[in-house]
């Protein structure tokens, strides 16, 4: 008489542990679609932005000086007379524009100062210098 051992009632070595992770993932993906939709930050009545394209141009001039000296004005060449007549009319009609001067790391140092002191003579305040940004 021999005791045949069903395969059902065999005692289980190891624990599937694939439906718990199943049912972590759900879980997770229901607390972060919960969180996130349920954080709307706080409320403003922003202003409303009209549709039409805006035909203004930037107003923030850019005076690049050259390895060599060339001075330009955003992108066209200028000498020192065209750059005063220049900002004096931009001086006319918009009072208080910004204005920056990118020198190249090998120009003179007298030429970056000319520009500098033309923009002191033409009583522009709003001035800024450009440099690059070190990375470590």
Do not use: W
Request: net charge negative; proline share 6%; aromatic share 6%.
């Amino acid at each position: 008489m021999s005791a045949k051992v069903q395969a059902g009632s065999e005692p289980y070595d190891e624990i599937n542990v694939t439906p718990m992770l199943d049912l972590a993932y759900v879980l997770l993906v229901i607390f972060i679609i919960m969180t996130t939709a349920s954080v709307q930050g706080i409320k403003v009545n922003l202003p409303k932005a009209s549709t039409a394209p805006s035909l203004a141009k930037p107003t923030t001039k850019a005076i690049t000086i050259t390895e060599d000296g060339h001075i330009f004005l955003d992108t066209y060449p200028v000498t020192m007379a065209d750059l005063e007549a220049r900002l004096a009319q931009f001086k006319a009609v918009t009072p208080d524009f910004p204005v920056v001067i990118k020198g190249d790391a090998k120009v003179q140092y007298e030429k970056v100062i000319d520009v500098l002191d033309l923009c002191g003579r033409l009583d522009i305040t709003q001035l800024g210098l450009v440099t690059a940004r070190i990375v470590k």
